[in-house]
């Protein structure tokens, strides 16, 4: 008995996957090699994150919990040092980091390589501070919020918090006017609401994977977090900052991908009803 | 040991520290702050020294499978050791803010980590081919919303069609956040009902014991 031929609705709703993974390579590196420069227009949550840096006054002191995973540094990496590069052409602002994440701590290094922090002028330990990764999630951030000089007395290096001027006269939530988080984790983005926000109304920035940012929206609907953006905008961050960068190049690769994908929705539901309407089972 | 110590003293523990954390939080925040503040700290170190035990752990399981030549298990459970003792030498002698173990870190662990996130995209790409088909009301409606979300997130189809970012910010604000809303206030009220079942010793999985109700009583 032999088997009968495949039709082209056949072939169209059941394309090989490494045909599917070929078509995505080459969606990815083509862009990458030779830019397109599609446009990239700034999202109301990207604007209200820029404005809400903008507007903090000369003397401000920042918290930025980097707390992402090596997993997530290439979407969330761009926006992040895009956003140091917005905070250290401000004036006067003091920007404390510490992570919830164990990485934390390496990948900030690896943000400052990026960023080529000498070029703004600031100085480690006067202007901004690793204070080091602190374990318990969410334990860490209420310790932290109550007192930093009782939860660690060393930064990421561990030098005693006491030898940098930075840290005087800082050590509670109530000190900070922003908190900035970048992570991987929905334990920290969401704990922070509970841990800072609940408790001292520290005005809060969240930078999340873009599969995580539904989870994260009822708190921006309610006033807990004044924005939530995705890694994937960083394009958008770092056109209003003036720092091209990663961010901008991958927008070109995440329009050229996403048409990609519709384009097989399309192909995929053409051949389901055109052998559907031609008499073959689908 | 006792029934005392497997339980009650457990038991008791949690209930006074749950209430001097209720307590802190809305009644006596200057009076308790000291206190909170060293058993958040106790936390803190005892999270800390999770990671050390559960790398011993590791060495345990992972040893075990190496000297018994566990079948299509043992060179990898002998790579994962040589990998845990060098990243843990480099850490301890050079480091774990020394270039060296930067090194090591991202030319091995960050890289492969980056790597198979990423690969993520693949499975999504044939995933949405697959599974975005209108073959009934439920997935035609899934298929919209989804060819919407994904056009929306093209930056350039943003740029060149506003409604896109229109029906997106629609979508975002009403029928996801309704429902992230139901699932977050079930959860929490979840939490809560876990939160008094423990204090009062009613849920003892904390303690490696079973219910009364997972036990059918």
């Not at chain 2, 020294?49 to 011993?56: D, E, R, S």
Request: aromatic fraction near 10%; charge should be positive.
């Amino acid at each position: 008995m032999t088997a009968k031929p495949k039709t082209i609705w056949d072939r169209l709703e059941d394309i090989p996957r490494e045909i599917l993974y070929g078509l995505l390579l080459v969606c990815i590196i083509v862009p990458m090699l030779f830019p397109i420069g599609f446009p990239v227009p700034i999202s109301v949550e990207v604007k209200r994150w820029y404005d809400t840096i903008e507007a903090l006054p000369a003397g401000s002191v920042v918290m930025v919990d980097f707390g992402y995973s090596g997993g997530g540094e290439p979407e969330l990496a761009p926006f992040a040092v895009a956003t140091y590069a917005q905070l250290f052409r401000k004036a006067d602002i003091k920007v404390v980091t510490m992570s919830t994440s164990n990485e934390g701590p390496l990948l900030w290094e690896k943000a400052m390589t990026e960023l080529n922090i000498a070029r703004f002028g600031k100085e480690y330990g006067k202007d901004y501070i690793h204070i080091g990764y602190i374990a318990g999630v969410e334990t860490a951030m209420a310790a932290v919020g109550k007192s930093i000089s009782a939860t660690t007395t060393t930064d990421y290096k561990g030098t005693p918090l006491s030898k940098y001027s930075i840290m005087q006269g800082v050590d509670s939530a109530e000190d900070f006017a922003l908190l900035i988080v970048y992570t991987t984790g929905g334990d920290q983005s969401e704990g922070w609401v509970r841990q800072w926000y609940t408790s001292y109304k520290t005005p809060y920035l969240s930078c999340v994977l873009a599969m995580m940012v539904p989870t994260m929206l009822p708190y921006q609907k309610a006033g807990q977090i004044v924005s939530v953006v995705s890694g994937a905008q960083a394009g958008q961050i770092e056109i209003l900052v003036k720092a091209p960068g990663r961010g901008v190049k991958s927008a070109d690769v995440i329009t050229v991908t996403h048409l990609l994908c519709i384009a097989l929705v399309v192909v995929g539901n053409i051949a389901y009803f055109g052998k559907k309407f031609s008499g073959g089972k689908s | 040991m006792s029934i005392i110590m497997k339980k009650s003293v457990p038991i008791a523990l949690v209930f006074i520290t749950a209430v001097i954390f209720l307590l802190e939080y809305f009644v006596l925040p200057t009076e308790l702050k000291s206190t909170v503040t060293m058993l958040q700290n106790w936390g803190i170190i005892l999270t800390a020294f999770t990671l050390g035990f559960g790398a011993v752990n590791m060495i345990m399981f992972h040893g075990k499978q190496v000297s018994r030549r566990a079948k299509g298990q043992w060179p990898y459970s002998l790579w994962l050791l040589i990998i845990l003792v060098l990243f843990t030498l480099v850490g301890v002698i050079m480091g774990a803010t020394s270039t060296q173990y930067s090194w090591l870190y991202s030319s091995s662990y960050f890289a492969l980590s980056a790597t198979v996130y990423s690969s993520l995209g693949f499975y999504m790409t044939s995933g949405i081919y697959r599974a975005l088909r209108a073959k009934n009301a439920e997935s035609a409606l899934l298929l919209i919303v989804g060819v919407i979300v994904l056009a929306r997130n093209a930056p350039a189809l943003a740029a060149q069609f506003p409604i896109l970012v229109n029906m997106d910010s629609w979508l975002s604000s009403v029928p996801t956040t309704s429902a992230q809303r139901g699932i977050m206030i079930g959860a929490a009220l979840g939490a809560i009902a876990l939160g008094l079942r423990t204090m009062i010793g009613r849920e003892t999985g904390f303690l490696g014991q079973t219910t009364e109700g997972e036990k059918g009583g």
